[in-house]
């Protein structure tokens, strides 16, 4: 008895764009974006300099399905320069649907430290890199001595000791 002939390259996995996309779209739906790529590609539709200082935080449509309102957040101190660039923002906005969608663009304003517990960073934290310790660095040689590539045993000892001072923390 012969297998089944497989034609695609994916080996029965499914990508996990193709498994959340649903998810993701009942979500932003449910706060009014029927088109994702606003909140997932909101920098390159606006710009950077307008996407730095606002967030696009709802869509409200009207009656009858026409002329929706874009509410974007920004802080108190940055809300009088997006209000001079609403316009442009919803004819930006506006290329990204594909039709004029937008017919009003707000600007809701918060303070610099944003709501709920006082924290809204518009952009993402800085991360900074930890370097292992010597213990760690050592234990993880250790682990890995025996691996005979010289690439994969210096490749999983880096992975070692930062797993190993990860847990130490």
Known sequence: MSRPRHNGTTHGFSRAVTLMQTRIRKASEGRGFAETRLLTHWSEIVGEDVAATAKPVDIGFGRGGMGATLTILTTGAMAPMVEMQKEQIREKVN???GYN???????????????????????PAPTKPTEPDADAEARARTVTQKVESNDLRDALARLGANVISKQNN
Request: net charge positive; aromatic share 16%.
């Open 95 to 97: 290329r990204c649907y």
């Open 101 to 123: 969608a937008i017919s009003r663009v707000r600007i809701t304003q918060t303070a610099p430290t944003g709501f709920s517990d006082g924290r809204f960073a518009f952009e």
